[in-house]
C-alpha cells in the first residue's frame, strides 16, 4: 500500500553549498547531517540531499505546498534560484510554479487552498 509522499532526493555536485542553500530556503537545519546524505524535516515530509547523481529537471518532481507562491517564488530567486516555469494557475485556485535551485534541480512549488499549509513546518 502506498502511504503517500515521504521524501523527495536531490542529487548534488557540492553537498555542503546545497545544505547551505536548502537551508536558508526552508528555514531549517537539517536534521540528518552525514558526508553520504543531508535530510531536511519540512511539514511531515523529507527533502534529502545526496552528493552522488547528476542534477537536473528530468529527475525529481516533487511539489512543496506553499501559502503565497508569487512570495514564495521572488524569495527563492532572492536566495539564487532560476525561474523555470512561471506560476500559473491549473484550476480550483491551485497555482504551480517551479524553480531550479544553483545546482540545477527542478523545485516545484504548489499553493493550494484546498489545504491549510500555513500550519504544517
Do not use: S
Not at 54 to 72: N, Q
Request: no cysteine; proline share 7%.
Amino acid at each position: 500500500m502506498i502511504l503517500g509522499l515521504r521524501t523527495a532526493i536531490y542529487p548534488t555536485p557540492d553537498l555542503a553549498a546545497a545544505k547551505d542553500w536548502y537551508a536558508k530556503v526552508f528555514e531549517r537545519a537539517p536534521y540528518f547531517d552525514e558526508p553520504f546524505y543531508v535530510g531536511f524535516a519540512v511539514g511531515g515530509f523529507e527533502l534529502g540531499l545526496v552528493p552522488d547523481g547528476v542534477p537536473g529537471t528530468a529527475g525529481v518532481h516533487a511539489y512543496w505546498g506553499v501559502t503565497d507562491i508569487d512570495a514564495e517564488v521572488a524569495r527563492m530567486v532572492g536566495l539564487g534560484a532560476a525561474l523555470h516555469e512561471a506560476v500559473k494557475d491549473v484550476g480550483g485556485g491551485i497555482k504551480v510554479a517551479v524553480a531550479l535551485d544553483p545546482f540545477g534541480n527542478a523545485l516545484g512549488l504548489i499553493q493550494n487552498p484546498q489545504f491549510d499549509l500555513g500550519a504544517v513546518r
